[in-house]
Every structure is written in C-alpha cells, then in structure tokens.
C-alpha cells in the first residue's frame, strides 16, 4: 500500500505540484502504523527521491515531534468535555500547520512547490517579474520531459518545481556539490539565500546563461546549459562564494572552491572579481587566481590559467578587460593586462601586456596582428586565416612582417 501510495504522490504530472510529498506524509502520519513509518525498509524505499538515508531518520523526527505537539493541542475528552467538530477541527488544523513547518525546513524543495506563496521579503524577492530567461527555462523543460518521459521526475525536481531561477540553480548545484559532510539543504540553503537577495547575482546568473546558449554552438537550450553544463555551475558557485567572500565569511567560500575544484575541475579562488557575461566553455583545467580581474562579456576556452609568477604576495594577477577571447590552455602570468577585444591564440604564454584589439600568440606570446570584431568574445572566432594575415601584415607603424614583440 504504502509503495502504490508514494508512487501516486510522487510521480510528476503537468499542473500538478511538488506539494503532494507534505500530502503524503500528512497522510502517512495520521492513518499508518508508527512503527511502519521509522522502518528502515520505507525510508529506504523513499532514498532515491529524498537523499541519503542519513537524512531520512529527519523525517522520523518530524513525525514523532508532530504526535508530541498534537498531544499538547488535543483538548480534554472526558464525557463532561466531549470534543466539538470545531475543537477537532482546529486542532487537526495545527497539527496540519505544523507538519508543513517541519517538512519545508526538511525538504525546501519537494514540500514547497506548490504551496501558498510565503509572504516574507526575502522569498518574494527571489521571483523576478518579467523574467523571459526562467519562462524559456520552463517551457524548454516541459517540452523535454514529454519528449523523454525518463527524465521526467529529474526536470520536474530541478527545474518545474521551483519558483524562480535562482532556486532552481541553487537546487541544481547544491545536488551536484554535496557529499557526506556538505549536506544538499545546507548548500541549497547558502545558495538560495545569497542569489536571491543579491540584485548584482540575479542578473549576472541570467546574462552568464544567455552567453553559454549564444556562443557555445554545442549548447542546445537554456535548459542544457542550466542543468548539464559544469562551465555554467562552476562560475555560479564562484559568485555565491565571492559573495561570502566580500561577507567575511571566508573558510565557507574557500569551502566551495575546493568542492568545485573536486567535482568540476575549475579553480577559481573565492577573492577573483569575474564580469558578467562570461563564458566558461568546457571549464576543465581552469585556474583563475586571487587577485585577477575579469571584465564583461568575456570568453574563456578549457585549460586557461590566470596565474600569478612567483611568491610575492598583493596584487600579482592578470586583468582581463572586456570581450577578450582567450584560447585553450592559454596561460597569463603576472599582474599584467589583456586590453579589451583582444585575442589570445590557444597553447601561447603570455608575459606581458597585450593591446587592445589584438591578435597575441606563441610562447612567449607576440602580436600577431589585430582583430576586425570589436568584441571578438560573442565571434569565438580562433582561426587566423591566410587573408586574416594578409589584412593585418601592415601594422600600426608601417611594419610588414605582421609580427611585433608585446
């Protein structure tokens, strides 16, 4: 019974809400034996849509706490005090209110999807009126999951469940981060509660996503990128961490870096100021140290590093202006400066300052030339051409060789 149940209550249908989980365990509580409800059997039945089975004794608590709280609120059943349909009514009603309490500080996620809106400033904050990108995330995923119906459950939990982009992605990223010691609803709670009241992160989530869906050619929707694409979860989780960063709340963002660069193999430290705009294609092997700068609109390949050049301490890290190109496994060293627009060819090493709107390559890195786009970043144009050169063998000071030392 109990399986046929879960699996009615859970299965996601169109219009129909994540709120059937707080419905199903309302249910259970009140017409199932208790001994059934703390067997590891049914927790064990339920692990695969709630999370580990160390989070499962939780619910076991709620359960025994809300028989504890209805005690309290069960009035006198004497003869002389016989019990009212309204007494009966308002105390199933807060044994109600309080059970949806307890299970939405558990499952933030699965119990609140359909719930009456809460009225707090901080939650209503997170829904932003307008919001084209969420409403292209939405539909994309409706018609994904009627495409493939396996995936249905997955695109229901991370996307359609929720009430806004910044929930959806601290949903996605906290399942992809978490492990044994970081728990799920902790990363999702420190998440969400920096996207959604930080006005700087809600448009630079949206601007980063329209990047990887306009330049990467392999990203097929704002919903592949929002769910499968690690370049896009890593930069996300950077933001939240450079948010707790500039807080004070240190050890918890140099925390973040590390399980990002455990799980994703991108490395940015926590301190980097990153621009809006920006795409991280592929993100393996990425390296961005602490004190660079990185401008709007910028394009960084696989394998880039941002490093600093030795043990001195302060300032010692590349700034990248805006609409850079930079090419894979590209290394920067040093407090130096990519000009905006400018191009770095893959595989170079750069060591000093690079002009705007050039083209820079080799080891050490040269300039080879300079680039017609204003803002060869949104192009992700790598390949020089024979008639690139041809047009740019004549520099700014006459030279034909087409090569000049940065």
Same mark, same amino acid.
């Given at each position: 019974? !109990?399986?046929?149940?879960?699996?009615?209550?859970?299965?996601?249908?169109?219009?129909?809400?994540?709120?059937?989980?707080?419905?199903?365990?309302?249910?259970?509580?009140?017409?199932?034996?208790?001994?059934?409800?703390?067997?590891?059997?049914?927790?064990?039945?339920?692990?695969?849509?709630?999370?580990?089975?160390?989070?499962?004794?939780?619910?076991?608590?709620?359960?025994?706490?809300?028989?504890?709280?209805?005690?309290?609120?069960?009035?006198?059943?004497?003869?002389?005090?016989?019990?009212?349909?309204?007494?009966?009514?308002?105390?199933?009603?807060?044994?109600?209110?309080?059970?949806?309490?307890?299970?939405?500080?558990?499952?933030?996620?699965?119990?609140?999807?359909?719930?009456?809106?809460? +009225?707090?400033?901080?939650?209503?904050?997170?829904?932003?009126?307008?919001?084209?990108?969420?409403?292209?995330?939405?539909?994309?995923?409706?018609?994904?999951?009627?495409?493939?119906?396996?995936?249905?459950?997955?695109?229901?939990? /991370? !996307?359609?469940?929720?009430?806004?982009?910044?929930?959806?992605? #601290?949903?996605?990223?906290? =399942?992809?981060?978490?492990?044994?010691?970081?728990?799920?609803?902790?990363?999702?709670?420190?998440?969400?509660?920096?996207?959604?009241? =930080?006005?700087?992160?809600?448009?630079?989530?949206?601007?980063?996503?329209?990047?990887?869906?306009?330049?990467?050619?392999?990203?097929?929707?704002?919903?592949?990128?929002?769910?499968?694409?690690?370049?896009?979860? +890593?930069?996300?989780?950077?933001?939240?961490?450079?948010?707790?960063?500039?807080?004070?709340?240190?050890?918890?963002?140099?925390?973040?870096?590390?399980?990002?660069?455990?799980?994703?193999?991108?490395?940015?430290?926590?301190?980097?100021?990153?621009?809006?705009? !920006?795409?991280?294609?592929?993100?393996?092997?990425?390296?961005? #140290?602490?004190?660079?700068?990185?401008?709007?609109?910028?394009?960084?390949?696989?394998?880039?590093?941002?490093?600093? /050049?030795?043990?001195?301490?302060?300032?010692?890290?590349?700034?990248?202006?805006?609409?850079?190109?930079?090419?894979? /496994?590209?290394?920067?060293?040093?407090? !130096?400066?990519? #000009?905006? #627009?400018?191009?770095?060819? +893959?595989?170079?090493?750069?060591?000093?300052?690079?002009?705007?709107?050039?083209?820079?390559?080799?080891?050490?890195?040269?300039?080879?030339?300079?680039?017609?786009?204003?803002?060869?970043?949104?192009?992700?144009?790598?390949?020089?051409?024979?008639?690139?050169?041809?047009?740019?063998?004549?520099?700014?000071?006459?030279?034909?060789?087409?090569?000049?030392?940065?």
């Amino acid at each position: 019974m !109990i399986d046929g149940y879960w699996n009615h209550c859970y299965q996601p249908q169109e219009h129909e809400s994540s709120s059937r989980l707080y419905i199903f365990l309302t249910r259970l509580q009140s017409n199932s034996n208790p001994r059934l409800v703390s067997s590891f059997t049914f927790f064990s039945s339920m692990a695969a849509c709630l999370g580990s089975l160390s989070e499962m004794h939780s619910i076991s608590t709620v359960l025994e706490e809300v028989d504890q709280e209805k005690e309290i609120v069960r009035p006198d059943t004497t003869d002389s005090n016989p019990i009212s349909p309204a007494s009966t009514s308002t105390s199933t009603s807060t044994s109600v209110m309080v059970m949806r309490h307890k299970v939405e500080r558990i499952f933030p996620v699965y119990a609140r999807g359909g719930l009456s809106p809460r +009225s707090d400033s901080v939650v209503n904050s997170g829904s932003v009126v307008g919001d084209s990108i969420w409403d292209a995330v939405r539909v994309e995923a409706k018609l994904e999951a009627e495409n493939e119906p396996i995936l249905s459950s997955f695109l229901y939990a /991370s !996307i359609l469940s929720h009430d806004c982009l910044e929930r959806a992605l #601290g949903f996605i990223i906290a =399942n992809r981060l978490q492990n044994n010691t970081l728990l799920e609803t902790q990363l999702m709670d420190i998440f969400c509660d920096v996207m959604v009241q =930080n006005r700087g992160i809600h448009r630079a989530i949206r601007l980063d996503l329209q990047a990887f869906k306009d330049r990467d050619p392999s990203c097929l929707s704002y919903c592949s990128a929002l769910l499968y694409l690690k370049g896009y979860h +890593s930069l996300q989780t950077h933001r939240v961490a450079h948010a707790l960063w500039n807080q004070g709340r240190k050890v918890l963002a140099l925390a973040l870096q590390s399980r990002v660069s455990e799980v994703f193999g991108v490395d940015i430290h926590p301190a980097a100021k990153i621009g809006e705009g !920006i795409l991280l294609d592929h993100g393996t092997g990425l390296v961005i #140290g602490e004190t660079a700068v990185i401008g709007d609109r910028v394009s960084l390949m696989q394998g880039v590093t941002l490093g600093g /050049s030795g043990k001195e301490t302060g300032d010692r890290h590349p700034k990248v202006g805006q609409g850079v190109l930079i090419g894979a /496994s590209v290394t920067v060293l040093g407090n !130096i400066k990519i #000009g905006d #627009g400018a191009m770095i060819a +893959s595989g170079s090493l750069v060591l000093k300052d690079v002009p705007q709107h050039s083209m820079a390559a080799g080891i050490p890195a040269k300039v080879i030339g300079y680039v017609e786009e204003q803002v060869p970043s949104l192009t992700m144009k790598h390949d020089a051409s024979k008639d690139f050169f041809e047009h740019v063998a004549v520099g700014s000071d006459g030279r034909s060789n087409g090569s000049y030392s940065i």
